[in-house]
DNA sequence: TTGTAGGCGTTATCAT
DNA sequence: ATGATAACGCCTACAA
């Protein structure tokens, strides 16, 4: 029923060969066929079947993007990102997410590589070791690392512990000593950079770090914020930098002042990421600023390096952070 | 040099035919030939090229889902629907936006339609003419239209007009009169059901609808709200309806705060969307919700259904809004 | 400049 | 129960 080169063919008298040159460009094509064979392709209103094409040439012509879950408002972002600057470039992006799914992340990176569905991937905060995904490698199905360092594959990430130092440093430099770090453990890797650079901006300045003050919690949500704020006005801080995320930070804030604590008189808070809510909500939150859209930015474009074969050694970004002040601090 | 049917067949002294038919499941295959191909398969790590296999099926087992722009939020969360419910479906999503690119919507459709790279398509919030539609029923490919009714597709959509009915009902009950309506036109369709759900209201409750209190702004933004604002105080209302967005309706409450006009003692105010940002201003706003991941739900379910052929009829479905009382109003 | 022929990896229809 | 064989629609040597 669609129509093929072969149609195109046969009323052009032509070979389908001769069809596809024409379609695909390729030199060496009198100017007489080719007009011919175009104007014919336009009044049949031909596509390409891109799966017939996909086999043909082994490629896809898409990039895949797998992220541990779409209701991150961090992963949407970078996928943004991707999407945005994605419009010069003549790749489809398909969808992948792993939470929730029969198929763990690793068995999908496999799976994955080895399907041939996929030209390239592209790995928003994967949480599996790098081990397993050295199977990308192994496949040559060139691949980016987003939101985490990554030495066997193509990374970009940011700055998380310098992120972390400049909120403490700011906190500190407002006369801060007691200063709390509220961290999600469960976001495993940025976690630890961050608490690094908690300590190590205490360090500079010759503040002694207590773990007391390190209060953990499951998640970035308000609830979360709402829970640490207990142990946090009990260990009597003046300031709290909560690298868990903007959400705890504000729910910090808001339980602060339920209880008339004024923010950031009597307690200051710094957020980290930087979301839409950082800047609606009272005081307006000082925050790390994290480049998502930028992140995505990259990925694309190294992909598309990769795919291209314009670049094909190993390459790692580290993009900086943005300290952002408002009111919360 | 990936591994493919071919090469298993050799090993297990079959042909390809067979071991085609052991993949797929098919039955006449003696238990024998099926668990010695199934360990050949499985010590080759073997996966299908889906691909090939999509040229020879004619299907892609994938869905596309076009959406004008993925910086909207609620494009999103649809999209999040989509993808959650996915999970038990084996349809991969590849994504497409349409704003900014070459193409226009039209010229989209009409490739997406032809090239046979998705089964069918789920078009969020789409501005072009049912005409322009029309090319996914020609194709015979399934297309489910969300967040706008369509008479030629199946669609899913949420009861604007019964939304900003609820909001104006809610406002009047509370003793208002100068209402205003603050609409953003460039959402042109649910803006007129919006709009008509408020002046139905008004009438219901013998209020005549004043033109001069509905106020247009460009942008669901807040700094459209801030600029919104002026125009509110200066018509004297004492509550304002604002089917425009959430983040307008915000930008109106920061500016009412501004000026020391207490919210909503001196000035009441609703959104529509119910955006994360809505709990977490001060006061917190009341608005309408729509039901977004219901809508993906929806979505993704229905083409399922179409592309295995569980159901034929064109259908739609109306989902209600909700209204969400909380502070603001 | 164009046609011929084979292949890409699967599935599907016949025979056997 | 399995094997030949021919699609599926396109690309690409190579030959003419």
Same mark, same amino acid.
């Given at each position: 029923?669609?129509?093929t080169?072969?149609?195109?063919?046969?009323r052009?008298g032509v070979?389908?060969a001769?069809?596809?040159m024409?379609?695909?460009?390729?030199p060496?094509?009198?100017?007489?066929?080719?007009?011919?064979v175009?104007?014919?392709?336009?009044?049949?209103?031909?596509?390409?079947?891109?799966?017939?094409?996909?086999l043909?040439?082994?490629?896809?012509?898409?990039?895949?993007?797998?992220?541990?879950?779409?209701?991150?408002?961090?992963?949407?972002?970078?996928?943004?990102?991707?999407?945005?600057?994605?419009r010069d470039?003549?790749y489809?992006?398909?969808?992948?997410?792993?939470?929730g799914?029969?198929?763990?992340?690793?068995?999908?990176?496999?799976?994955l590589?080895r399907?041939?569905?996929?030209?390239?991937?592209?790995?928003?905060?994967?949480?599996?070791?790098?081990?397993?995904?050295?199977?990308f490698r192994?496949?040559?199905?060139?691949c &980016?690392?987003?939101?985490?360092?990554?030495?066997i594959?193509?990374?970009?990430?940011?700055?998380?512990e310098?992120?972390?130092?400049?909120?403490?440093?700011?906190?500190?430099a407002?006369?801060?000593t007691a200063?709390?770090?509220?961290?999600?453990?469960?976001?495993?890797l940025?976690?630890?950079?961050?608490?690094?650079?908690?300590?190590?901006a205490?360090?500079?300045?010759?503040?002694?770090?207590?773990?007391a003050?390190?209060?953990?919690?499951d998640?970035?949500?308000?609830?979360?914020?709402?829970?640490?704020?207990?142990?946090?006005?009990?260990?009597?801080?003046?300031?709290?930098?909560?690298?868990?995320?903007?959400?705890?930070?504000?729910?910090i804030?808001?339980?602060?002042?339920?209880?008339? &604590?004024?923010?950031?008189?009597?307690?200051?808070?710094?957020?980290?990421?930087? &979301?839409?809510?950082?800047?609606?909500?009272?005081?307006?939150?000082?925050?790390?600023?994290?480049?998502?859209?930028?992140?995505?930015d990259?990925?694309?474009?190294? &992909?598309v390096d990769?795919?291209?074969?314009r670049?094909?050694?190993?390459?790692?970004?580290?993009?900086?952070?943005?300290?952002?002040?408002?009111?919360?601090?």
């Amino acid at each position: 029923m669609p129509v093929t080169l072969k149609d195109i063919a046969e009323r052009a008298g032509v070979t389908s060969a001769t069809v596809s040159m024409v379609i695909n460009n390729k030199p060496n094509i009198s100017e007489a066929t080719r007009r011919k064979v175009l104007k014919i392709a336009k009044e049949l209103n031909y596509y390409p079947n891109v799966i017939a094409r996909g086999l043909a040439t082994r490629k896809s012509n898409s990039i895949g993007v797998i992220v541990p879950n779409l209701a991150s408002s961090f992963v949407v972002r970078i996928l943004q990102g991707i999407k945005s600057t994605n419009r010069d470039v003549d790749y489809t992006v398909t969808l992948f997410d792993t939470v929730g799914q029969k198929e763990n992340e690793s068995q999908l990176f496999q799976r994955l590589a080895r399907e041939r569905r996929i030209d390239g991937a592209i790995l928003i905060g994967t949480t599996v070791s790098e081990d397993e995904m050295k199977i990308f490698r192994d496949e040559s199905v060139p691949c &980016i690392v987003v939101a985490r360092k990554c030495d066997i594959l193509d990374s970009v990430y940011v700055n998380n512990e310098g992120g972390a130092v400049d909120a403490t440093d700011y906190l500190i430099a407002k006369g801060h000593t007691a200063i709390a770090c509220v961290i999600c453990r469960k976001q495993n890797l940025p976690a630890e950079d961050r608490l690094n650079g908690y300590k190590k901006a205490l360090e500079k300045h010759n503040i002694a770090f207590n773990p007391a003050l390190v209060v953990e919690v499951d998640d970035d949500t308000i609830e979360a914020g709402h829970a640490a704020f207990e142990k946090l006005w009990a260990a009597q801080v003046t300031a709290v930098f909560v690298p868990a995320g903007d959400m705890a930070a504000i729910g910090i804030v808001q339980e602060a002042k339920k209880r008339g &604590i004024p923010v950031p008189g009597k307690l200051a808070v710094v957020g980290f990421d930087d &979301i839409p809510a950082a800047e609606v909500v009272e005081p307006m939150l000082t925050t790390v600023r994290q480049p998502k859209l930028e992140m995505g930015d990259y990925a694309i474009n190294m &992909i598309v390096d990769k795919l291209e074969g314009r670049e094909s050694e190993l390459k790692h970004k580290e993009l900086p952070t943005k300290f952002i002040v408002r009111e919360s601090a």
